[in-house]
């Protein structure tokens, strides 16, 4: 009785920290609607965080770098955040915060924040990008899949368990913040 009694208790994992990273694609959008439904779930003490990394790496290339831009593309970032954290909060979640990043998306939402957050999942979503571009510059999504030390979980449909629009029907996706 006591082996049934353990992998019950297993299978009732709850997670506790949840990290969803937010890119302001359709994707993601659909990760942070499934998490949110996950955190209420899991009870008042699950917090959820959201992270937008900004990929300094695109700032490289620029000659006339200058900080006005990155301060433009981190307040566009902050805004959009703060429209997650809303939804959230009115979705019922209490314990819900949000942090940009700056540096190289993969190894941050992969590695170093989920260690420094004590993260047990990882919710991303499926990649937007064709078979050329992954080929050309690879998915952030398959790399944490393949490299995180933590649970991931890749979202692929909506709230419904729908397949995701395909990028023809989702033409003009904008998140209305």
């Given at each position: 009785m006591k082996g049934i009694t353990e992998r019950v208790i297993r299978m009732l994992q709850r997670y506790k920290n949840i990290l969803v990273p937010i890119d302001g694609s359709y994707e993601a959008e659909l990760a942070f609607k499934k998490a949110v439904e996950v955190a209420k779930r899991n009870g008042k003490e699950t917090k959820l965080q959201l992270v937008h990394v900004v990929d300094t790496r695109a700032f490289q290339n620029i000659s006339s770098f200058d900080t006005a831009m990155v301060e433009q593309v981190t307040e566009t970032a902050r805004k959009t955040m703060?429209?997650?954290?809303?939804?959230?909060?009115?979705?019922?979640?209490?314990?819900?915060?949000?942090?940009?990043?700056?540096?190289?998306p993969k190894v941050i939402i992969a590695k170093d924040l989920p260690k420094e957050l004590g993260t047990d999942l990882i919710m991303i979503g499926a990649t937007g990008l064709n078979a050329v571009e992954r080929l050309l510059i690879g998915s952030v999504t398959e790399y944490v899949t393949r490299t995180a030390d933590y649970d991931v979980l890749v979202v692929r449909t909506d709230l419904d368990n729908k397949p995701a629009l395909s990028k023809e029907q989702r033409k003009g996706f904008q998140r209305k913040d």
């Amino acid at each position: 009785m006591k082996g049934i009694t353990e992998r019950v208790i297993r299978m009732l994992q709850r997670y506790k920290n949840i990290l969803v990273p937010i890119d302001g694609s359709y994707e993601a959008e659909l990760a942070f609607k499934k998490a949110v439904e996950v955190a209420k779930r899991n009870g008042k003490e699950t917090k959820l965080q959201l992270v937008h990394v900004v990929d300094t790496r695109a700032f490289q290339n620029i000659s006339s770098f200058d900080t006005a831009m990155v301060e433009q593309v981190t307040e566009t970032a902050r805004k959009t955040m703060d429209g997650y954290v809303k939804e959230a909060k009115e979705a019922g979640l209490e314990n819900i915060s949000y942090s940009v990043e700056y540096g190289a998306p993969k190894v941050i939402i992969a590695k170093d924040l989920p260690k420094e957050l004590g993260t047990d999942l990882i919710m991303i979503g499926a990649t937007g990008l064709n078979a050329v571009e992954r080929l050309l510059i690879g998915s952030v999504t398959e790399y944490v899949t393949r490299t995180a030390d933590y649970d991931v979980l890749v979202v692929r449909t909506d709230l419904d368990n729908k397949p995701a629009l395909s990028k023809e029907q989702r033409k003009g996706f904008q998140r209305k913040d």
